[in-house]
């Protein structure tokens, strides 16, 4: 065991050296143009970007998808770059380029040998001063984006949880951080020329941009050429400010379903609401997911798929943006194992971090595992452009590319433990069954609704059960949920009264604990399924009224089952 951690100290001190300092100039333009200038004349390329405040969280309501939409149509042309030679240019002088969209920021960027810098900075100033909005380019880019929307969401496999357009809008309910990046493709149809020439307008300014140049190049030439091609745009709009817009935390189990036509393989997600990305916790959270399932020997990884074989493969995934950060962890079912057992594994997982200390030789583990990280994602100049716009814009503080890792660094295993406790509790989550198939039709409701019967005013449907000292909604009893739902969408007017019992096992206050957990989890899944809350009470009743008398009698497991059930009371027709 010493030799190992030995080897894991050698490793991590071995990385280190290779951490080497970030150098960069940066200054304002007079229009307002923040410009970071890195010189790295170790190989013989240049990348020129440019990093826009402007993502999908800026966009009007109605009018979602503007800010990805616009990732495409800049490579139209302009008016000193014929239409649909952008790319031409760029290849014909030995060049890639690209674009990306975010929740917070647009980035465009070229690299390029670097005595082909002039060319870069040419047609990024080209984007910015003389792009070319035109209907020819809106219908050509509407093509594109529809067809990108159905490759890599629509009709791919696990395509609404890879781009989280079936996550986001459950945690968020009042930033736009729950609309998708991609947005809506009725919005972009129906929007008109104008809107798109002043969207441009807002936003596409000096003021408004990050100019990052990094590689082989002389930092007073490069100076020279960036004032005589970008010094002279003006601003058409004053720098996008922000309103600062708070979303309500989670504080009971949301529950949702959403159906994958591409799948057959259902998967049970959790997704957490964490800090945004200037906060040190947010560091932490990574840390965790490279815990639980950062590769082969991750804990979730070697128990739920090497050893218990319950799943066909783990994921989790951070994204810690400019307000609010989120973490996203999840499973694939294997065979017919239940997506109760994978979440029942899952907290499982969780709780071990929320109450032990991870070993000293995981600690090692994610030390050098995110040094290496580090070194790799500066280990090119298009990283390197890349991190030092981010870290200007989004985080304020250009420097943090050289602060970052000592931020990992700081992180002890009593953070991961606090940090666990602090944002991955059951009530500050979303509870995500991702199936195969497509949703239920209209007349596939009304079907259901003819199925469902009331006595007395009870609803009589198959009796909801739990697992035993459990609070998590089944698969069985979440179909039995969905015919509840399917009748009270028929029946605007409904309220009811679920109320939830427990056997006799455990003492009186457990017992009633208990049944009001998972009354909370059947009041919590109708809501996610569109239920308003004034609509259903939910109430943990205890161990009242067991079926069977199990005090004065030996009961058998299935005796003691009749007693942990849900009942359903019509309160308002």
Not at 150 to 161: E, L, M, T
Not at 300 to 320: H, N, P, T, W
Not at 343 to 371: C, G, H, P
């Amino acid at each position: 065991m010493k030799k190992n951690i030995l080897s894991f100290a050698v490793a991590f001190a071995a990385a280190a050296g290779f951490a080497q300092e970030v150098t960069y100039t940066e200054y304002d333009l007079d229009n307002g143009l923040h410009v970071i200038l890195h010189q790295e004349n170790g190989a013989p390329v240049v990348t020129t970007g440019v990093m826009y405040q402007v993502g999908a969280k800026d966009e009007e309501p109605g009018r979602t998808g503007f800010a990805h939409f616009f990732e495409h149509l800049l490579f139209e042309g302009t008016e000193n770059i014929e239409r649909g030679k952008w790319f031409d240019i760029v290849s014909a002088n030995g060049g890639s380029n690209n674009a990306n969209t975010t929740q917070d920021r647009t980035y465009y960027y070229e690299t390029f040998p670097s005595n082909n810098l002039e060319i870069g900075l040419w047609m990024e100033s080209e984007r910015m001063l003389h792009p070319k909005i035109e209907q020819v380019g809106v219908d050509t880019q509407n093509e594109v984006v529809k067809e990108e929307k159905r490759q890599r969401i629509d009709n791919a496999p696990y395509g609404a949880i890879i781009y989280r357009t079936g996550i986001d809008k459950h945690l968020f309910k009042k930033h736009p951080y729950g609309q998708s990046v991609i947005g809506s493709m009725e919005d972009l149809n129906a929007a008109e020329l104008s809107e798109f020439q002043s969207f441009n307008d807002k936003y596409y300014n000096p003021n408004n941009a990050t100019l990052v140049v990094a590689g082989d190049i002389d930092i007073d030439k490069t100076k020279k050429m960036i004032e005589d091609y970008f010094g002279p745009i003006e601003n058409k709009a004053p720098r996008n400010k922000r309103a600062i817009i708070v979303e309500e935390p989670i504080t009971s189990t949301r529950y949702a379903t959403e159906y994958d036509a591409n799948i057959q393989i259902p998967v049970k997600i959790f997704s957490y609401v964490t800090p945004k990305s200037v906060e040190r916790d947010a560091y932490v959270i990574d840390y965790i997911s490279a815990v639980l399932t950062g590769g082969a020997s991750s804990r979730m990884q070697k128990r739920m798929v090497d050893e218990e074989q319950i799943a066909l493969q783990v994921l989790a995934f951070g994204q810690s943006n400019q307000d609010y950060g989120t973490y996203t962890m999840g499973a694939l079912a294997k065979g017919d194992v239940g997506l109760s057992k994978l979440a029942e594994v899952m907290d499982e997982e969780i709780v071990k971090l929320q109450t032990e200390l991870i070993s000293e030789r995981e600690y090692q583990k994610l030390q050098n595992q995110f040094e290496a990280q580090y070194v790799s994602s500066n280990s090119r100049v298009e990283g390197i452009a890349a991190s030092l716009a981010r870290y200007h814009m989004l985080m304020g503080d250009t420097s943090m590319i050289n602060k970052e890792l000592d931020v990992y660094r700081s992180i002890t295993r009593e953070d991961i433990k606090r940090v666990a406790n602090q944002y991955l509790m059951p009530n500050q989550r979303l509870e995500l069954d991702y199936l195969a198939g497509t949703a239920p039709t209209e007349e596939e409701m009304k079907e259901v609704v003819e199925d469902v019967k009331v006595v007395d005013n009870k609803l009589q449907i198959n009796t909801i059960y739990f697992d035993n000292d459990k609070a998590v909604i089944t698969e069985s009893a979440g179909k039995e949920l969905d015919r509840i739902v399917t009748m009270m969408i028929k029946n605007e007017s409904m309220e009811i009264l679920a109320e939830t019992y427990t056997d006799i096992r455990g003492s009186d206050s457990y017992n009633k604990a208990l049944s009001q957990r998972r009354a909370d989890a059947v009041r919590g899944y109708l809501l996610a399924k569109g239920i308003s809350a004034n609509r259903v009470k939910a109430v943990g009743r205890g161990e009242e009224n067991p079926v069977i008398d199990c005090e004065s009698k030996k009961c058998t497991t299935e005796e003691f089952e009749q007693s942990r059930r849900t009942e359903f009371t019509i309160t308002k027709k």
